[in-house]
């Protein structure tokens, strides 16, 4: 998705064409709906004292920069490279796996956005953006606008999320195809941000007497531990992760373990979540320990 994520071995340039679109990348992708004219370009690596080559090995920069990214348009008399935040098909592709590009459900997710929120992580520098939240039941539909530092990337069953640091010292995971107008650096100081504190574990069971399965689940999701005298293997994760891990690991074994469409039942007890497979000798369970 950016240069600056890339080994040279994957990317179509040479070493000083590469080194002036990360300059360009690192100035154009601040805001997710940024333009810039020729002469900006060559304005930005006059300051980072970059060597300049021709005008027109500078379009040609240009131009191949539209040919490797899907959410960029170059041309006319100004020579304007401008962000188009409705493209899609790169974030798509790069998040969810290029078997989604075709699908009825594929998630809209703002290529440009998604960019510029990478390159704020590798920046560590603060972002501002509306939000379109799920209206909760009863209630009216209130946008908002989320401000912080991104934190990382979490993958989703049918969409993916960035986990953001808000300046009050929280987390909150925000659903990337719930961003699409834009996402701008706001230039804000990040100093004040109250320090995230150690955050609390959560311990994920999967119980089985199918000793095949859970080795199969050690091979595909290698931090698992597995534990054969008791029959089941275990994962812990932060728990700002728990929900999503359970919920894709669930997926999973509803799609690799039976045809039926609703195979669990689920109970919660003392705030743990526990789902038991109807048809197998099969259970999930998600357990939130205390910070040591």
Known sequence: MLIKLLSSSHLPFNA?????LLCLETHLRKKSDGSMALRNYI??????????????????DLKRYEMFCDDIQYGGESKLLSLDSSATQDAVAWLMGRAWLDSPLRPRLSSSCIRCLLLAKELQAEVDFPYNPLRKSGEPWIPKMMRGIPLQLIPGTDSSYMQLQLDWGGRSNINLARVQ???????NK????VPLQEEQVALITVESSDVFLLKRLQGQFPNFVIEKEKQRVTL????????????????????????????????????NLESKLFTKNLSLKLQYLSVQ
Do not use: C, W
């Open 16 to 20: 000083p064409r590469t080194e002036r």
């Open 43 to 60: 304005e930005q690596l006059e300051d980072e004292g970059i060597a300049i080559p021709t005008r027109r090995t500078l379009n040609e």
């Open 181 to 187: 107008k834009y996402v701008s650096f706001t230039g």
């Open 190 to 193: 990040t100093q004040d941000y």
């Open 236 to 271: 812990k994760v932060k728990k700002s992760l728990a929900l999503m891990t359970r919920d894709m690991l669930k997926a999973h074994l509803e799609r690799t373990q039976t045809s039926d469409r609703r195979i669990f039942s689920e109970q919660e007890i003392d705030n």
